[in-house]
């Protein structure tokens, strides 16, 4: 075996080298490729490797010049020190610097931590971050690789890999690049991609090392990237979900919560200004959604102008048209975020038949035109003009890049800040001929299937004209089960509200009005002041229109709702304006309408006289059998108050054979329970319960938590006055739950009634 001239063996000279370099057997295998048993034989005597040639070799592996040779066997003989550029191929430490001020993330971190540092049989340890852009992927995976830095004492490589924006950094590149970093000389590089990947793991193979890839692309691009042995570990930060990336573990962050979001904000900005000024705070962070980066931006601007208050900031982004030009500082804005995500779609795969939608950048800005908070499949098909499963497809490619987030089955929602940015893109990206299409796909689709819904729940109508035409890309959905109808009503509440509001902002005053005349129905099954907006927004598009039979019911439904929340007064004023415009324009079924709501408010005001008087009149107005059925009923709730109870039992039982008559399941329900309560003031208990117990069935059929109200009411009182007061005091809390969701002054009574029960001696 040949020696270095001294009279030592190579092996005595490498085992000196190794020792000098602080490298094991295992770590001095992994820098050169050669086996542990190997290095152990040359070490041993057990080779006939030349020295000469042998030294060669850890030359080129560790990277060195050639003529550094020489000085390597030099270092190896004199116990000298490993040469600089080898030590550092041999632990490189590659990570940006970690944020001073990283704020919460506690549960991630944890779950990363024990992720990438658990022992077991998996062959590589891969946690992968997927999320929006702004929402703090990077800087978590930096912050948890710093915490581990000692768990891997072979170091940590580090590749930007720019994902998502139009040019990817190429995997064979960032493998270069590692290949490099690991001591391998640029003229030993392999050409080919799996050449590189192989050598890559070849060379990380037995190290405890950490790899992080920030901004991946998709799990293509960072297969070749991935050691092969167990001792290693991959954190992947990337827009895409990353769910087929085998072996890999993901990890979706949203937003940050109030309590981590403030914290953030505080530590940039300082926790003085916060606390001097926590209403502003709060506003500023609402309006910055829990986004890291926005929060980040904001919190720099405020201490770049420290005469500024939080207030006038808060006040500048609480206009979400111009939240964005808000949102930036120096280099950093959360537009040019969002613009890479937004670049990345026009990589989506064309449609695959003609007339459908061709690409998902064009679904992003079309859905930037929808302001609710959320939107159903079938709805999102309407506004893009195209079928369920298409849109399903298109939307699905949104996800997937964290542009769109997929709240529940079939139903999508952007990020306050993201839905700023569509609407932006609609805006200059999209033809104005292209937005108006699509705003007359999406609501005549609202009004036409809230028609159908509500027409399935058998809530009557009043509404006298033809609805405006829905496009044929745009079919409405039909419910031929009633609880498919309420689930969907129920879903879309909030959504209705906006689509009034989005008709009324758009100028298109005449669906505006058709909408709100049609959609309020809903009301009668669900009381909410939300309608109110509706309403009061509907009177505005309908006078705009100059619509005044429109204008008249609408008033007169506004009256209705008052009427809801105890705004007799309010709600008097109301029918004074639908009475005027009624008549002006002679339709005497309005008229006839407004009159028994007028008698109602008068009723409820005490002035009985007034009220059956104007009960009386509204029935020779009125010849219609359900309107002749309620009005039957509320003169009976008159003669309930003023003591006359015989005579409301008949006028009740009378108004009951009406509404069966006219098929009006939501008078039959109310007017049980009101019988139930005239039979109980009567003495007739047995009757009262047997009414109240019909009007609770046919509600929960209904889904009318209104009507389930005022039947577990009726039904508590009957059975507290015959003794059963377990029972009743059961079905008094249902009635008041529901009474005090809902808002209506009826939740008073039924507290007083709970009360009263309570109080009593058993």
């Keep these: 075996m040949g020696t270095g001239g001294s009279g030592e063996t190579f092996g005595e000279l490498l085992r000196r080298f190794r020792r000098a370099a602080g490298l094991t057997q295992e770590e001095l295998a992994a820098l050169t490729g050669l086996s542990v048993r190997t290095i152990s034989g040359m070490e041993a005597g057990r080779t006939a490797r ?10 080129e592996a560790l990277g060195l010049a050639e003529h550094d040779s020489e000085l390597l066997m030099f270092s190896a003989r004199y116990g000298g020190a490993l040469p600089d550029e080898a030590r550092q191929a041999a632990r490189p430490a590659q990570l940006p610097p970690d944020i001073a001020e990283f704020t919460g993330r506690v549960e991630q971190v944890s779950w990363l931590t024990d992720l990438l540092t658990r022992t077991d049989e998996r062959p590589v340890r891969i946690g992968a971050i997927t999320g ?55 003229s030993a590089i392999p050409a080919g991609l799996a050449e590189r990947a192989a050598e890559f793991r070849t060379r990380m193979a037995g190290l405890r090392m950490l790899v992080v890839l920030d901004d991946a692309r998709d799990a293509a691009h960072v ?70 980066l926005a929060i980040r931006i904001a919190a720099a601007r405020l201490v770049s102008r420290p005469a500024w208050d939080i207030s006038v900031l808060a006040s500048r982004l609480g206009n979400e048209l111009h939240r964005l030009e808000e949102l930036q500082i120096g280099d950093l804005a959360l537009r040019a975020t969002f613009q890479i995500s937004y670049a990345t779609l026009a990589a989506s795969p064309n449609a695959s038949r003609p007339g459908q939608l061709t690409d998902a950048g064009r679904a992003f800005r079309l859905l930037g035109l929808w302001p609710g908070a959320d939107i159903g499949l079938q709805a999102a098909a309407a ?68 028609d159908r819904a509500l027409t399935a729940l058998d809530v009557p109508s009043s509404y006298e004209n033809d609805l405006l035409p829905v ?47 049609v959609t309020w129905r809903g009301f009668l099954r669900s009381p909410w002041d939300g309608w109110l907006r509706v309403l009061e927004i509907g009177i505005a598009s309908a006078a705009a229109a100059g619509n005044a039979s429109q204008q ?96 409301a039992i008949r006028s009740m039982e009378q108004a009951l054979a009406l509404v069966n008559e006219a ?69 008094l809390l249902n009635a008041h739950e529901l009474a005090d969701r809902l808002g209506v002054p009826e939740a008073k009574q039924i507290a007083a009634a709970i009360a009263e029960l309570e109080s009593a001696t058993p």
């Design 50 to 59: 030349p020295y000469r040639r042998s030294v060669r070799l850890l030359t």
């Design 132 to 186: 929006a852009g702004g929402i703090g992927k990077s800087a978590l995976a930096v912050h948890v690789a710093h915490l581990l830095s000692e768990q891997f004492p072979h170091g940590q490589l580090f590749a930007e890999l720019q994902g998502a924006s139009d040019e990817p950094v190429p995997a064979g590149e960032a493998l270069a690049r590692f290949l490099r970093h690991l001591g391998m000389a640029d």
């Design 223 to 292: 297969r070749p990237l991935l050691p092969g042995t167990a001792s290693s570990a991959v954190l992947i930060t990337s827009r895409g979900w990353l769910a087929d990336l085998e072996g890999g573990k993901v990890l979706v962050l949203g937003s940050l919560g109030k309590a981590e979001a403030r914290a953030l904000f505080a530590s940039v900005c300082g926790a003085d200004r916060v606390a001097a000024e926590p209403e502003a705070t709060d506003s500023l962070l609402g309006a910055c959604g829990g986004l890291p």
């Design 383 to 450: 506004l893009l003009g195209i079928e369920s499963a298409a849109a399903s497809r298109v939307l699905d490619r949104l996800v997937d890049v964290h542009m769109l987030e997929a709240k529940a089955a079939q139903r999508y929602r952007f990020h306050d800040l993201i839905r700023a940015f569509a609407a932006e893109r609609a805006a200059q990206d999209e033809p104005a001929e292209s937005r108006e299409a699509a705003l007359k796909r999406i609501l005549p689709w609202y009004l036409h299937t809230c």
């Design 471 to 517: 496009p044929p890309d745009a079919e409405p959905l039909a419910f031929t089960e009633y609880d498919t109808a309420a689930i969907w009503m129920d879903s879309e509440r909030e959504n209705i509200v906006t689509a009034v509001q989005l008709a009324s902002r758009a100028g298109l005053d005449e669906i505006c009005g058709q909408l709100a005349d």
């Design 552 to 647: 008249a019911w609408l008033h007169n439904h506004k009256g209705i709702a008052l009427m809801f929340f105890g705004a007799y007064v309010e709600a008097l004023g109301c029918f004074d304006d639908a009475m005027r415009l009624s008549k002006a324009v002679a339709n005497t079924r309005c008229e006839a309408a407004v009159t028994g709501n007028m008698a109602i408010a008068y009723k409820e005001l005490r002035r009985y006289d007034e009220a059956i008087a104007t009960f009386e009149a509204s029935m020779e107005l009125d010849p219609d059998i359900m309107r002749r059925g309620r009005t039957l009923m509320n003169l009976g709730m008159i003669y309930v108050e003023v003591d006359r109870v015989p005579e």
């Design 663 to 731: 098929g009006d399941h939501w008078g039959d329900s109310l007017g049980r329970s009101l019988l139930a309560d005239a039979y109980r003031r009567d003495g007739r208990h047995a009757d009262a319960i047997t009414a109240a117990e019909l009007a609770l069935e046919i509600s929960q059929r209904n889904h009318d938590e209104y009507q389930q109200s005022a039947a577990w009411h009726a039904l508590g009182q009957a059975l507290a006055e015959i003794g059963q007061r377990e029972r009743a005091r059961s079905c």
